[in-house]
């Protein structure tokens, strides 16, 4: 089945100490993207990958770093999270990105990450 | 960050009557695309309209683009109550920036049975 994993569902975790959520896509896509929903904010985009080792920041990169050292994986780092970075993140990708101007955007399930 | 806007935040109609929400933006647009998210789930795409295009349909779902008035709705017929989610427009401006959509705040659609 075609889809976007991200791991783990549900993470509680300390200010400061540092965490990685995985996502891996099975669709040989090209882009791939990080959001994170906030009440009120709608979702707003960390970082993006248009390709393998190519990555760029979104609207929101403050406090986060990202990897693509393989086609299927883009993993979202928080080196130290603070309070501020409790929210509902996404990770999504499609065939192409910008370049092709139509393919739509394909959803994992969120991970919802509370920092104490 | 120029973030689509959805009309109303949040509509609630009997389960077989039309819903419509509406999403407008400010500069030119490549397409605009609709997405439903069931409570606390990831974003389903629902359709996507290019700029040259003023209308499409997929089943109950009819989408219209206005590029004069910066402005596209979403109508779906014969509402159900699995119809019940938030619905955002997620905009691709033309012109240089960063990559991606820029997605709008949502309409919380409700459907009473």
């Known amino acids: 089945e075609a889809q976007v994993t991200q791991n783990p569902r549900y993470l509680i975790t300390v200010t400061g100490k540092k965490l990685t959520v995985t996502c891996s896509q099975n669709m040989n896509h090209e882009y791939m993207s990080w959001y994170r929903q906030d009440p009120g904010l709608g979702l707003r985009q960390i970082y993006y990958s248009m390709n393998v080792e190519v990555t760029d920041k979104g609207d929101v990169p403050e406090g986060y770093k990202v990897s693509r050292k393989e086609k299927r994986n883009f993993p979202l780092i928080l080196e130290s999270p603070s309070p501020n970075q409790t929210s509902l993140y996404f990770c999504?990708?499609?065939?192409?990105?910008?370049?092709?101007?139509?393919?739509?955007?394909?959803f994992g399930n969120g991970t919802r990450l509370t920092v104490t | 960050s120029q973030q689509g806007e959805e009309d109303p935040q949040a509509l609630s109609i009997q389960e077989g009557e039309n819903a419509t929400m509406n999403c407008s933006y400010k500069t030119s647009i490549n397409n605009l695309q609709w997405y439903r998210q069931n409570s606390g789930r990831g974003l389903v795409h629902l359709i996507l309209i290019r700029s040259n295009e003023r209308e499409k349909h997929s089943g109950r779902l009819r989408v219209t683009l206005d590029t004069s008035k910066k402005s596209s709705s979403l109508l779906i017929t014969a509402s159900r109550a699995a119809d019940t989610a938030s619905y955002f427009c997620a905009i691709l401006y033309s012109g240089g920036g960063a990559d991606g959509l820029t997605f709008g705040k949502g309409t919380h659609l409700i459907i009473q049975p």
């Open positions: 999504a990708s499609s065939l192409v990105g910008r370049s092709s101007y139509n393919s739509p955007l394909h």
